[in-house]
């Protein structure tokens, strides 16, 4: 049994059954992502001041990634070209590249977007706490620009972020055990605290906020303070430079800070319950790279010596055609999707 | 649009009728089968199956409203043993088996997403779609087959998503069929939950399988009617169910995702701690919540509610669709103003996208909202006016047969008015602010969906069952089961009016006995309604009886038992795969019943004109002037 317009178009509508499937999906993949964005700005809108942050993201990687995505584009239409025109070879090198930047796209994202944040910290500091970590916020340096005439206005600043270096703890004795297997699990180690020998300092190259979350967590276990190499405009809040975000993307100083744990709102890596900003930037990076996943394994099989891949092109090359038509309209969405996300959370 | 008249291109032509030898085995045919009526009757029977469950849910529901902290009687101990101590506890006398607070919120909340998501819209909209659109148009198959596979064992995850999260601990989700956060952002979270087996984030799991099916189902429609029709199958010549199915699939299409973008974001709020609807400074037991904050509440309301607005439509239409095939069928007679119901359709289709936010007048959103959304809302009440006046005028003047079929779709014409009128009050917000959330709410929707689509439903299966089994329904046990089951489900649900007027809140789950004296006056209706809605499920045992019973014992049918005009009747009884044993050309409009000078009263969509005449000419009656 064979359905018809599989390959040729029925003539009222011009169209083979694919062509009109996948328009009709990508009609309603604008309405999940549109789902997600409307999400994005109905929390962006209601974020208080200070709350949605900016320039946190790397932008340059960012612009990178989205010329390899565009060229991508260009590839597979090249790819498609190709096969209408029976040029086997020349299909084969242009799909090759379409699936070759695809594969690089993700794993700059899960490779090294991703995981940097997974290591960065950020503490939102209490409202009635602010005043006491103004050198490391410069909020009255904040309100003396937003003075100036004509100055675009910054926002408040109310957290303090940067790579964690180590934790300040008080200890139950009677837990002992568990605190120290856990310690020697994460390769940390627990020092008495000069001043105050209740007070142990946990420090060791794999602290995490991750680790640092776990050991909160343990029994007996309470955290007293975080020590953190400084984020550049929490290590130099006065300075012009900090006031707005840069296009070089600059880690953490030298300089070392200290929040007390009481003094904090909620404390986290740059992951989702960080805040709506990660929140809503993992989820829609990560449906994103779900799709560029798709649509790599889907372009792979179509390039690969495979029944229903490339071999097809000896049998039918006008199917082999529509279906790379039809990837190539799915791979063009998701660079059109991308293209919003990246000034919605790398520029704006 | 009438030029739509298809020339098969060759390669295409010449295998459609090629496997007569056509045997796929077992796992093929039964379970993992591409064809599209054996699809259709799994769906079919999946949703069945879910609508008793959720009928048995409320049922149980129903015995606590009734008699709030007594054990259910009989079946009360086996309950305890099967859903376990969160949602049954031994009662005051000793007996096991009385409906806890929690587990009359779990079965409520899966009350609604059962009917909702996994009885009626797999019935109305993917069983019938799937078995009688294409070969109403004349098609051997969907244009997907193995996605419309797909489609099916995508919604069956779902089922085991929304199965296994009664037996998890903590039981069901428990927020309401809305899940409105923050409620259900913290339900069953935290440390001493696991993070994905509790009953909240699977009904988030199971609503993206659910909506991923739909998807895949709504492409497939759509693709379908675009593209398969046979040559001749014009788009004014497309039976109205086909219609009502098309637009059905688009609202599926488009309002759906954003239920699922929302599920994913409940998932990432529950499984890693985000804030998407969680607001700050949240404080739950006399202690911060441990969320960052910064969310939105009202943001789940409206992505929710941008679904479950068109959801409605959903529910109906193909119900609508369903009835008008058979009214015309049992009128002998054409659907009155076909066109007019056909533009109806569409304008309903699409205004079904912007009244949305007429379910959160209670969000305080400002008169300009407001208003935007009442207007909106009462516009969406003329195209279903259209709807329903040209069906009961469609009754008008016909010589009616009235089959099982006709009963429960004559039925529904009434009913469906009960529902549709008592909600145009609740347009006005100043009228909503006062009913929101009362029993009047329960049943206006009630009416709407259950003597409304399900008495559809009905009405569809007693008039297809013979083509999709070979066999009739018995015409005696059909009638004991309509006329039961219409005299207790308006004891069910009309009462529910009075109730709400009064101020009877839908959460209460004692029936309103803590509030006792607020309500004195409606309170014993509580017992009418649980008794109704016993005696309705006794009413179904008929159905039930003759569903299986039929299946061996039926009266065997012909291949056109009902003397049908449409393409589906055309094809042997039960239909082969591939569908039609001959190549089918279509050659005039979809209800020529009782024609002036035709030589019997139906004349099916494929005859061809009589030689001596052109096609068009000298034929009587509203269809027949078209194509145009």
Redo the contacts between chains.
Sequence with gaps: MQIPHEVTARPDTGLYNAKLGIWLFLASEVMLFGGLFSGYIFLRMGAEEGYWPHGLLNVPVGAMNTAILILSSVTVVLAWASLKMRKFAAYKLWMGISILCGAIFLIVKLAYEWPQKFEHFGAFIKQDALAKYEPMLGNRHVEEENKKPGHTKIDPRVEISGHLHEVEITADPAEKEKLEAFLHRHELEAKAEEHDAKLQVIEGKHLTPGVAEDLSKLPGVRLVAFQLALDPVNAAPDDAESDKPHFWYKGATEKIGKIEAEDVESWSAFVPKHSPYFAVYFTITGLHGLHVLAGVLIMLYFWLPIEGGANMFKRNPEHLANRVEVVGLFWHFVDLVWIFVFPIFYLL | MS???????P??????H??HH?DPGFWRKWVFSTDHKMIGIQYGTTGLAFLFAGFCLMMIMRWQLAHPGDAVPVIGGLLQAIFGSAAFQTDAHGHAGMLTADGYNAFGAMHGTIMVFFGIVPVAFAAFGNFVVPLQIGA??????K?NMASFWCFFISCIFMVVSFFVPGGAMKSGWTAYPPLSIMADAG?LNHFIMNGQTLWGLGMVFNITAS?LG???F??TI???RAPGMTWMRLPFFVWAQFVTAFLL??????????A??QI??RA?????FMP?GLVVGGHPAH??????P??WQ??FW?LAHPEVYVLILPGIGMVAEVIANNTRKPLYGYKAMVGAILVLGFLSFIVWAHHMYMTGMGAKVAGFFQVTTIMISVPSVILVTALMLSLWGGSIRFTVPMLFATAFLPMFGIGGLTGIPLAFNAVDLYLHDTYYIIGHFHYVVAPGTIFAIFAGVYHWYPKATGRMLNEFLGKMHFWLSLIFINGVFFPMFLQGMAGVHRRWYDGGATYEQLITPVIHWNNFMSVSAFLLGAAQLPFIVNFFWSLVAGRKASDNPWDATTVEWDTPTPPP??NFIKDISVHRGPYEYSVPGADKDFTPQTEAPKSDRPPGVGVAGPIATHPH
């Excluded at chain 2, 390669?11 to 459609?16: E, I, P």
Aim: cysteine-free.
């Design positions: 030029t739509a008249a298809t020339t098969h291109a390669d295409d032509h010449a295998h459609a090629d496997d056509y051997i198959d969907m244009t997907f087959p996605i440390p998807l709504s492409v497939n759509i693709a675009i593209q398969l299409l488009l309002a759906f995702p954003p239920l699922e973008s929302a994913v974001m990432m709020d890693f701690g985000s804030s998407f700050t969320w960052s904050g910064g969310g939105s009202i943001l409206h992505l941008f795969h591939g």
